[in-house]
Nanobody, 117 residues
Framework: QAQFVESGGGLVQPGGSLRLSCAAS????????MGWYRQAPGLQRELVAT???????KYVDSVKGRFTISRDNAAKKVFLQMNSLKPEDTAIYYC???????????WGQGTQVTVSS
């Protein structure tokens, strides 16, 4: 029943910016490592960024210096600020815990990010 809900995607030109939001539910949200995942057509799902409950972050090399993950534990939200977007960033973006574990049933609909001129 409970699932993550993503929003904020859209169509932007190369070099543009978007800020994605993820709304979560559950009393224990604040203890989990959260991640942003993306999946482009024909490719496997990729873990893009993670953030611990205390704010430690990690990024896949391809987005380092361009993306910033953050969270608001009180609001049960996680964000992804995406700058200097490239066409290869085009994908559906999802949030979930890292690892997904038994939250496999909580995947949301995702939010589409399209970077094109």
């Amino acid at each position: 029943q409970a699932q993550f809900v993503e929003s904020g995607g859209g169509l932007v030109q190369p070099g543009g910016s978007l800020r994605l939001s993820c709304a979560a539910s559950g009393t224990l949200f604040s203890i989990y490592v959260m991640g942003w995942y993306r999946q482009a057509p024909g490719l496997q799902r990729e873990l893009v960024a993670t953030i611990t409950s205390g704010g430690w972050t990690k990024y896949v090399d391809s987005v380092k210096g361009r993306f910033t993950i953050s969270r608001d534990n009180a609001a049960k939200k996680v964000f992804l600020q995406m700058n200097s977007l490239k066409p290869e960033d085009t994908a559906i973006y999802y949030c979930n815990t890292d690892p997904v574990g038994n939250n496999i049933d909580k995947w949301g609909q995702g939010t589409q990010v399209t970077v094109s001129s």
